[in-house]
């Protein structure tokens, strides 16, 4: 089994920065990616980067240029950089494995509100 735990979330005004942390725990076989999803009221959990396998991060381009992840892959450790926010990314951001094998694990989420 596998445990996911982000931290980092808070209130932040428009246009600063947060960093989230994701520490994974448990028995970790053959990881396919490590994301970073999110999901504000009234829409849908969406993706915002990950890293794959081979240490490549990929971004949707909503995020292109403004967040940055990263990780220790030797720590099980995984962070988001977000910068330039905006009210709009107002979200509970969530922390996901994929495993080669199996179903992806969710981490419980943490909120970030960016007031404009």
């Known amino acids: 089994q596998v445990q996911l735990v982000e931290s980092g979330g808070g209130l932040v005004q428009a246009g600063g920065s947060l960093t989230l942390t994701c520490a994974a725990s448990?028995?970790?076989?053959?990881?396919?990616?490590m994301d970073w999803y999110r999901q504000s009221p009234g829409n849908q959990r969406e993706l915002v980067a990950q890293?794959?396998?081979?240490?490549?991060?990929k971004y949707a381009d909503a995020f292109q240029g403004r967040f940055t992840i990263s990780r220790d892959a030797a720590k099980k450790t995984m962070w988001l950089r977000m910068n330039a926010l905006k009210p709009e990314d107002t979200a509970i951001y969530y922390c996901?494995?994929?495993?080669?094998?199996?179903?992806?694990?969710w981490g419980q989420g943490t909120q970030v509100t960016v007031s404009g």
């Open positions: 996901s494995l994929l495993p080669v094998f199996g179903n992806r694990f």
């Open positions: 448990g028995n970790i076989l053959g990881v396919a990616s």
């Open positions: 890293i794959v396998m081979d240490g490549t991060p």
